[in-house]
């Protein structure tokens, strides 16, 4: 589990010219309290403030079958009344000190997270160990939120028509694995959401033992252990642990397109997945070869993608490719393109089939596979720039089973891919038979 | 639920001319003992023979998440041990009298049936209400059969490209339904299958309130109903009715194409499946319309595909269209060609897409719809001329919630089909964003 550089993608950075030096190592210190939570503190003095974030381990990948969207619908739920506090009540105490707040829900994990001033930390516990097993879920709670819920769908989802293929797209990769299933849910199942079904959820996964508490900042790791104790530690579990356990997919043999028409579609654009396993479910060292990969082909500015079809050729106004390896289960290399002025859609296809096909066939070399490298390398010391980055890097790493030294070794594991590593990832996942290509187009007339 | 002619087609039946009369309508009793077995006699006299048959309102549909498989594998445990009796007994009590047994599971349901004399139904009756709740079911027996039914799987399916791709195409088509999987189970599901998950399965729907006894034959119904309580009737249920809980699909809005390249493949083939409801989701009239366009594209030999396609433009070794509408959730209507000779397989699916459009766009005459339904009435007749067969009607019309007149009053509602009626379910359901279409393809070069 080493997958710093995907997941930076993910959250939205880039790669700017940084020093060229090695990251110094986080002076990470970790506990795990009696309950079973576990309290990991990331001291970062640069500035007077501290996030705090709690991570479960559980996420849309655990709604029970026929109930997706549960997982999701806690990340509204926990903003909501508990037996000790009003609806508001926590929101306005980070409000009230200039603070900040948020949740995320993805398949693997739902995480949320205060930034504040350290002195603010211990009123900050108190509320999320409230929180972890208190809320009031009533319908009178739960039945507006699902409202809500179904608005959010609508204008997230139903809004865009590339969310809509989107849906499709995960559920034809995922055949029988949960990654199929969206994590805010599929709308008819979101209706029947209920309050059986919500505390039934709450008290499988909102406990303790289920819990790692991320602290980031200008902190004692000794004093922040002694709050959690003090907040996190009185917490009784209601229940014994559960494994997470998923169903999985047959092995891809079947190459499949997907093909979405809407009015709303003003350029069509075009991607194809192929499976590939991430940084939990690959073999030593193919993840950071998939990453190193994914990256020369088209995951930035110096890609292969990026000079020949975007600046040489002008074939795309976007173009390019990733690897989404920061999952539990298997991820994908993803590519995609739109294309650009009155260039063909078939023309943009062809492009970025043949730089695959090269790719295949010729791989990479050596410089390109140092530029890369060098690349994700100094990402590491930007990630360190952003506290809540960096508390979600750790937090995300761990809430999937990966270990602080996942990130901590990371460059030295990345610095050990060779051209020919690389090589071998590109024939051995990119294969027409893995893939799910799919076309989003404005509405034939 | 009417839907016989599609279940005549999927069992095999051919349309021939037969003279032109309406049906006899069966005479058909039903009896439900007190412990909520129903019992179903259908006189049938024209041979000293007699078929039993049970059916559980279980199937492949009905497997847990993550245990695909479980009802088929009952088909296989069914034949074994009983704390009354070994292994082979009652198969060898079939066998000693001359008479025929079987067993089929689909996603509906789970059927088993003995053709034997009428005189050793009492004994019939017996072994099959002692194994409706004695099985023995230990390691011992099911680890053995568990290789028995991956051996089946390898058999069936790894052999078969079209098996294969047929899999993945379920699979996209029911994106979260359980149609979406096999009914013999996911290889790695099937190995994971054991004695817990078995009895839980067996004790949850092997019951008599979910079972239908079908007896066909030269019997006096009212000798069958006090067989029938003498045997059955003592069975006592251990739990009670469960529910059939299916999650379902979002709408159709993304087209999807499959294609799948073997080396065993020697002339390709194309398929395109439109989804569609079936007889027991349709609104009123809409199966029967579905049933006779179907017919009319490509259900005969006097179909347009056949005629145009076939015959005319030999395009095609084998062409057609069919219509599957008899389940209990959501089918669908199918259209497959394969090329003949020196034809490329574009050419074919130009020319049969040329023949569905043209269907949309133009309709179908009353000289068209008056044919195909006309060998629909008929096709009723033929299906009473075998025994069996009329039995699996009843069974599987009843067990995906059907009733009697589902079957008696068919022709009836086929006669008040419109042209009309026949072109809005063309223009509703044959539409692209509903479609799966899959090419099964020789390995490329």
Redesign the interface.
Known sequence: MRLIASLLIFLGMTFTALAQTDAPEPDISSKTLDNGLRVVVIPDRRAPVVTHMIWYKVGGADDP??K?GIAHFFEHMMFKETSNHKKGEFSGAVAEIGGQENAFTSSDYTAYYQKVAPSALPTMMRFEADRMRNLVLTDEQILPEREVILEERSSRVDTSPAA??S??VS??QY??HPY??PVIG????IRKLDREALTAFYDKWYQPWNAIVVVAGDVEPDAVFEMAANTYGKIVASTEPSER?W??D?EP?????????DPRVTTPSWQRRFHAPSYMTAEQGEAEALDLLASILGGSVTSRIHKNIILENKLAVSAGAYYRGTSRADGFIGIYGSPRGDTELETLVAALDREVERLVSDGVSQEELDRARQAFIRSIIYSQDSQVALARIFGSVLSIGGTVEDFTQWPERLRSVTVEDVNEVARKYLK??RSVTSYLLPEQG
């Open positions: 079958v026929g997706s809509i293929l849906e499709f559920a034809a055949v029988n199929g299933r599929w709308e008819n199942e356990n169903t999985s047959p043999v079947v190459a499949k397109t997907l093909s979405y028409s027409e038979n």
